[in-house]
């Protein structure tokens, strides 16, 4: 497993995207969590944001939904040339079809989880998605308290991620820093948001290199290859 980050915007400075992004030349992905003030209590951006940003950098974008009927907006994202979309599970009522268009606009699907949903009764839909995404605090704000109890959920999706090939990217996101993404990396995610360990540091891009270096001596590389 190759260590990916992605740094949130959610932490950066909503007047200077632009200048987010280009603090990060060495991420991986620009993490953008759209938020509608309805799945979520707090109000973010939405498409027209995203089109301005993906002119403005040459990062991919990694676009969290915590929006209410994704099955209606999320594709829309794909389209417009986001490299992910990842639509929450509590929020979809058709995510098999949502994440078929997601994926047939060219965007790899994402699905998420929040910390209290289990990730068993998804098992079936693993065929279906590019990347898991487990909370790991409730969404809605940075700059939260990482959760301890959503590790045994790591290992276990981490199981069934290898039982289905390993193909598929297991993503983190929240309370990600330099002293909980071990863990994190140890349990087998591989894909790590953060936002407030990123922009909130005074050198974004140093953050990004000591994040990537402490999940990579601890990964499960020997493991899973
Ligand atoms: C929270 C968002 C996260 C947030 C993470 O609902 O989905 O992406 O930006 O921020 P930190 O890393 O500060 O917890
Ligand atoms: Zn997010």
Known sequence: MAVQISPSILSADFARLAEAAAAVPNADWLHVDVMDNHFVPNLT???????SLLKATSLPLDCHLMIEDPDRWA???????AGSVTIHAEAAKAPVRTLREIRAAGARAGLALNPATPVEPYEDLLGEIDMLLLMTVEP???GQRFLDMVL???RRSRELIDAH??????QVDGGVSEHTIERCAEAGADVFVAGNAVYGA????????VLRSVAGKTGQDGENG
């Open 45 to 51: 951006l939405g498409l027209p944001v995203v089109e």
């Open 75 to 81: 594709p829309a994202y794909a389209e417009a040339g």
């Open 140 to 142: 809605g704000f940075g």
């Open 152 to 154: 045994p959920k790591i």
């Open 165 to 170: 090939g390993g193909r598929l990217w297991l």
């Open 202 to 209: 005074d050198d974004p891009a140093h953050a990004v290199d």
